[in-house]
């Protein structure tokens, strides 16, 4: 498993970071793990394809990590006119908060993801679930509870891969870090 860190910045991107967002490749799986507003801009910097994309996992619904979910949408659409089925992954709302996002920040524009084979999945807590190509694990998280935080564990192939989410310390750390071969955490407060 390859991963690529697209951005590892804060909300207000101190520094010049990017919002939030990994990069993953085993064979011909590719992933997004957060998908924060800058990430089409950081996939294009580094050439990734965004129709080659097949899967993207949110951890919660803030800006910086699901916020880029409108344009990379449209890319698929008006740059790749995107055919190949794109599944997105996240905590409960997901489907009516990707929508809602989606035509604020585009009006009109539902209609183009309606278009597109698109699937919205919710996990589950404590319970692995297995997809096509790889299998997903969560646990909530400690940060603002509105966006519904949560860490995720994805094992594809014979690797495991670990993002805490947007957190503060919390014993749910403790389990998404066991077995993982990568195990990155995001501190937003000790």
Not at 49 to 75: A, N, R
Not at 88 to 93: D, S, V
Request: hydrophobic share 35%.
């Amino acid at each position: 498993m390859k991963m690529t860190v697209l951005g590892c910045g804060d909300a207000f991107g101190s520094e010049g970071r990017f919002n939030t967002s990994f990069y993953l490749e085993e064979g011909h799986h590719k992933m997004l793990i957060d998908c924060g507003a800058s990430t089409l801009i950081r996939l294009k910097q580094l050439q990734i394809p965004v129709d080659q994309i097949d899967t993207i996992v949110i951890t919660h619904f803030h800006g910086d990590h699901y916020g880029g979910l409108p344009f990379l949408m449209l890319s698929n659409w008006i740059e790749y006119q995107r055919t190949s089925p794109l599944t997105i992954i996240g905590p409960e709302g997901l489907e009516e908060k990707a929508r809602n996002l989606q035509e604020a920040l585009y009006p009109d524009t539902i209609n183009v993801i309606d278009s597109m084979d698109v699937r919205y999945l919710e996990y589950q807590d404590f319970n692995w679930t297995d997809y096509e190509d790889f299998s997903l694990y969560t646990r909530k998280v400690t940060h603002a509870p509105p966006s519904n935080p949560h860490g995720v564990k994805i094992k594809i192939g014979e690797k495991v891969f670990a993002f805490s989410g947007d957190t503060e310390w919390n014993d749910s750390l403790i389990d998404l870090a066991d077995g993982s071969d990568a195990f990155v955490v995001e501190c937003n407060n000790y």
